[in-house]
T-cell receptor, first 109, second 112 residues
């Protein structure tokens, strides 16, 4: 099945800093999503981005499907951005999502 | 409306108890999922329902029993659980299997 890698595994930032999170896939990208899991456990949809670039406020994402990776950019980070960021994708058979191991982000005041 | 509602939010149960987790969505999605998430790990797929039929069972122990009474509801029946089953249980739905998924807030289960 599809393998998903995320980097870095952990990231500590000062408030106001920018960051880039990366997601690599072992197989073709089909239905890539980025999520933010808050401290209460809820997975919040950030982007549905099988290809191309999208922006939402301070967040943007780019997926290069031909090279099997996606990037999540966080600009002017805030303490509320802390949590775990997951990327996930459905496999070639349009079935379940496979999650990456996550990037744990801590934004310090 | 992109809401998936799970109840209860928290559940403590003994190893001899029977309980159920509930999940509801009104987005007209035809695929619904149960995931299990242990601390500091990504969610792991347990069950997938597509058009109200179980399509994937990722070799989950029989003490977990899913049910999809209709296209909007998904239940997870729990019986004779073990302490290691304590985890966050997440429900999700998507238009079709493998497309953009939306997650509920989860049920945090503790087995004592």
């Amino acid at each position: 099945g599809i393998q998903v890698e995320q980097s870095p595994p952990d990231l500590i930032l000062q408030e106001g800093a920018n960051s880039t999170l990366r997601c690599n896939f072992s197989d073709s990208v089909n239905n890539l999503q980025w999520f933010h899991q808050n401290p209460w456990g809820q997975l919040i949809n950030l982007f549905y981005i099988p290809s191309g670039t999208k922006q939402n406020g301070r967040l943007s994402a780019t997926t290069v499907a031909t090279e099997r990776y996606s990037l999540l950019y966080i600009s002017s980070s805030q303490t509320t951005d802390s949590g775990v960021y997951f990327c996930a994708d459905g496999d070639n058979y349009g079935q379940n999502f496979v999650f990456g191991p996550g990037t744990r982000l801590s934004v310090l005041p | 409306d992109t809401e998936v509602t799970q109840t209860p939010k928290h559940l403590v149960m003994g190893m001899t108890n029977k309980k159920s987790l509930k999940c509801e969505q009104h987005m007209g999605h035809r695929a619904m999922y149960w995931y299990k998430q242990k601390a500091k790990k990504p969610p792991e797929l347990m069950f997938v329902y597509s058009y109200e039929k179980l399509s994937i069972n990722e070799s989950v122990p029989s003490r977990f029993s899913p049910e999809c009474p209709n296209s909007s509801l998904l239940n997870l029946h729990l019986h004779a659980l073990q302490p290691e089953d304590s985890a966050l249980y997440l429900c999700a739905s998507s238009q079709e299997r493998g497309t953009e998924a939306f997650f509920g807030q989860g049920t945090r289960l503790t087995v004592v």
